[in-house]
Every structure is written in C-alpha cells, then in structure tokens.
C-alpha cells in the first residue's frame, strides 16, 4: 500500500487533515452483512451515516480500495454548493416542472444539512456559508449570467436564490479584474472537504460500521462485493465508486473519468486579502466555458482549480495523470490575472483527481429492489452536496421508507452508456478543447461562441 506520505501529497486538504492516514483494519475474511458498500468518498460514507442513524442494528461495512478520502472527496473544491449538474430544463424534459424545482430545492436544503451534521458530530470542516460569486468578465460572460438569472426566475426561483449584481457590488466581495457584474447565490459554504470525509469515516465508525480500507474490490454482484481477502455477503450492495467505476468489471462504460486540477498558495498576509476582499469566504468563479474555481481557506490560502488536463483513452486512471504542469501553469495564471496581487504569492501545492461524468450528464442514486444492487454518482464536479443527498436517498429506498427524496426526478434514472474507444476519448477530448477554444475565441472576439453550446447539448443528450 502506498505510504502515508503518498496519502498526504494526494491534495493540500489531506496534507493538512490532523490525524494519521495510516490504513485502518482490511477486510480479514468473508463477512455477512445487511448493506455493504464500495467506496470511503462521502456517497458510501454518507449512506453509512444515514443508514446507521435510522437503524442502530443494521450490520454496515464498507470496502475501500485505499483510504476514506482517497479519491475527489478528498481532493475537491470544498464548494458545498447547491448546484445539480442537470439543468432545470433538462429536469424537466426527465420528470416535469414541478419534480425539477424540487429537485433543485433539495439541493439548497443538503447544504445546511451537510452543516448541521458536520456540527452534530464535532466535525470541525471549517464550514463557512458565504455563498458563491461568479464574476462576469466579459460581455459575453455577462450575458450567460442574465440568462441563468432568467432561468432561475422562469422556474420561481427568486433573488434569494440567485441575483445578478452590478459590477461595483461584485467588486464589494471581491475585487477581481475586468468585472462587468457578477451572479450571487447563498447557497453555497466553502469546506475543508477532507476534514468533512475523514470525520464522516470516524462518525459512522463510531456508530458500528465496519470501514475497511486497503480492501479493493474486485467485482460487484447481487448479494456480494467479492475481494482479495474475503466476500462480504449482504441484501444489499451498494456502488459508490464514483470516478474509479469503470475499472470494476461489467462497468466500463458506465461513467467516463475526467480529471479536474487544482493548486494552493502559501497563506496570504492579511495586507493582501485587504486587497482581494471573499471577507466572508464566498467560493468563486467566473461565467467562462471552462470551469474554474476558487475559495479563501480558513487559515487564508487561495485554493483555485479547474479542468483542462485530458481524458485518458479506455478511462485509464494512473497517478501520474493528477498532475499536469501545462494546467497547473494555466491555474497559476488565471489566478493572477483575476487577483494581480497574488503576482508573487507562493503556490505551496497543486494536486488533481476524477470526478465521474454520466454520458448524459446527470446524476443519478437508485437501487433495483429485485438484486439489491444499488449505486449513486454521475456528479460530475458538483459531488459535495450531492453526495449527502444521494447518502439520504439510498437509505430511504434501502429502509422501503418513501419520502420526498425517492421521488426526486434523479431517483433511478439510467444513463445511457458511454461510447466504446476510441469514440469515447475522441467525443470527451473534443468537448474539453471546444470549450478552451470558446473562451479563447469569445475573448478575441467578444461574439458568443455557439459551438460550446452545440457540444454541451451533444454530450447532455
Ligand atoms: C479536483 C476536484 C475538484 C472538485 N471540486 C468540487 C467542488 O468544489 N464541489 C463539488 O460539489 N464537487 C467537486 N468535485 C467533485 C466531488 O469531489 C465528487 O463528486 C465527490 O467527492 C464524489 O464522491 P464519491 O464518494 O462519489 O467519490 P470519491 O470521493 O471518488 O470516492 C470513491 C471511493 O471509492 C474508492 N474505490 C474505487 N474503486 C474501488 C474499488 N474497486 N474497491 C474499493 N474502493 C474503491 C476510491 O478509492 C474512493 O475512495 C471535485 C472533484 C475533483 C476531482
């Protein structure tokens, strides 16, 4: 297994995590449990938690691979936001207005949630709930951001929700470059996202779940996670691998591993967050094609991420790919050019890893009663909450408990497999490069680029 040195280099949240990430105990043999689980990211450990709350004599284990923690819950943006990666409309294409606006107003309520147990259970995650601004940095940009408030308005979401701001009143929470306004939503607390994972391993620990780390997986069937040391036999099996899915057998196109990257500076004097201002630790980002995003950590470092590094034919995962010097370069200068004054800052760290992308781009928490095979994921980079809610979800439908959560519209829902190779690589490669060079081109030309749209719906289905 890789050493604890290894696990600390995987991401700054994890180098800084206090306590060991020394593996705890491997599964020692074959087990019979009632719910067994693959995967310690927060969609296993948040459907431990719920489970074991709602039924104290329920036998739980969960298998990891290698730490809790290890994969995009420890690595993350810590954005503990409200966003869904499908969009209202497309919501309701699936399951009508109504089940859309619910979908996305259980999303709003799993940010407190994710709050209220991280208090509950002393989890100290550095939790701040200041919302998200996303700056508007060119006329295109801005127009996208009156749009989503136009969205947002069609569907009865009011200025609590989401409101577009002028640019002096962007330039109020942060004073980033070439801000011609913004969009500001609430709903969004920036976390320490390791800290919330490795805490959530120890709660469920503490309420008898079995976590067993260096214990990967070999295959996923009905009634049985099979592994190198043991089986574990449970009613129900439950699929929490989020990014790592298609390296088990049968799935290998059942989600398409994208990497996202991700660097920290050096903690910044409080000269230079005079000058930058996220008083209140809002988490940003800004209207481009192209992901990125950034938050104040609480002990005053910017931590910034994005996509950009490519798809690996055959979704290869290797831990080399974490690490790309050509995006790491690219963060470090979009970083400056939105904040001039981090010109000289130090980056201490910079890290990447998977997040898991359904070929239709929507996430999805179900089990099939009949195998008592279960799963949730699909998040795309929009996990932190959504994890929690899918933990809720997958309780209720293994409980037999209906609730408002089972009727969500993302209950269930299949996607369509991704294609085979090399279609695949050459599909998600092209949408990566589409959206670059429609920021490229947007900012040279100051026109929307409607190709990055056109590819949005091909890959949205
Ligand atoms: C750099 C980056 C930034 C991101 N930023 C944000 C953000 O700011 N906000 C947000 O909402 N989302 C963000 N995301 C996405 C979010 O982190 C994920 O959606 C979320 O953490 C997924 O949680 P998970 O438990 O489903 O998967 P993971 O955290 O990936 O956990 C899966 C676990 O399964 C284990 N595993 C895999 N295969 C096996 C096997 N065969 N046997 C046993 N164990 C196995 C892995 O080791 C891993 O620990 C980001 C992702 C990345 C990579």
Not at 168 to 182: K, M, P, S
Not at 195 to 217: C, D, F, N, S, Y
Not at 398 to 420: C, F, K, M, Q, Y
Not at 430 to 455: I, N
């Amino acid at each position: 297994m890789p050493s604890e040195e290894t696990y600390r280099s995987l991401s700054y949240w994890l180098d800084s995590v206090p306590g060991s990430l020394a593996p705890g105990d491997p599964l020692p043999g074959d087990i019979d449990v009632d719910v067994a689980i693959a995967g310690a990211g927060f969609t296993g450990l948040w459907t431990a938690y719920y489970l074991a709350v709602a039924q104290p004599s329920l036998r739980i284990a969960v298998c990891e691979a290698q730490i809790a923690g290890f994969g995009a819950s420890g690595r993350n943006g810590g954005w503990c936001s409200a966003l869904f990666p499908a969009s209202l409309a497309k919501l309701t294409r699936m399951g009508g207005r109504d089940a859309a606006i619910a979908m996305y107003r259980a999303m709003q309520r799993s940010v407190d949630e994710v709050g209220r147990v991280a208090a509950a259970e002393g989890i100290d995650c550095h939790w701040a709930k200041g919302g998200t601004v996303a700056f508007a940095r060119a006329a295109t940009q801005l127009d996208r951001a009156r749009e989503e408030v136009a969205e947002a308005r069609e569907f009865g979401f009011g200025e609590d929700d989401l409101r577009l701001l002028s640019a002096t009143e962007a330039r109020e929470i942060a004073e980033a470059t070439d801000v011609l306004g913004a969009t500001y939503t609430p709903h969004c607390a920036a976390i320490h996202p390791a800290r919330l994972v490795r805490g959530l391993a120890e709660a469920v620990r503490k309420r008898g779940v079995a976590v067993h780390e260096a214990t990967p997986v070999t295959e996923i069937a009905p009634g049985c996670l099979r592994t190198a040391t043991g089986s574990v036999r449970a009613r129900y099996v439950i699929r929490a691998t989020e990014g790592y899915t298609p390296l088990l057998p049968g799935l290998g196109r059942a989600i398409a591993p994208v990497y996202s990257l991700m660097i920290a500076t050096e903690p910044l004097p409080e000269a230079v967050w005079a000058q930058i201002g996220l008083t209140a630790r809002p988490t940003f980002g800004d209207h481009r094609h192209m992901i990125i995003y950034g938050q104040r950590t609480a002990d005053g470092r910017l931590a910034f991420g994005g996509r950009g590094a490519p798809y690996h034919l055959g979704s290869a995962i290797r831990p080399q790919f974490d690490r790309v010097p050509r995006v790491f370069n690219a963060l470090r200068h979009t970083l400056t050019d939105l904040f001039p004054v981090l010109a000289d800052a130090k980056v201490t760290h910079s890290w990447g890893g998977p997040l898991g992308i359904s070929r239709d781009w929507c996430a999805s928490a179900g089990l099939d009663p009949a195998t008592g095979l279960g799963w949730a994921g699909g998040y795309v980079g929009d996990g932190v909450t959504t994890t929690n809610l899918a933990g809720r979800t997958l309780a209720d439908l293994i409980l037999g408990t209906g609730s408002d959560l089972t009727r969500l519209p993302w209950v269930n829902h299949r996607s369509r497999r991704w294609e085979a190779e090399p279609l695949r690589w050459l599909g998600v490669n092209a949408g990566l490069h589409t959206m670059s060079w429609a920021d490229r081109r947007e900012s040279r030309t100051g026109r929307q680029s409607r190709a990055a749209q056109v590819f949005g719906r091909f890959l949205g289905g």
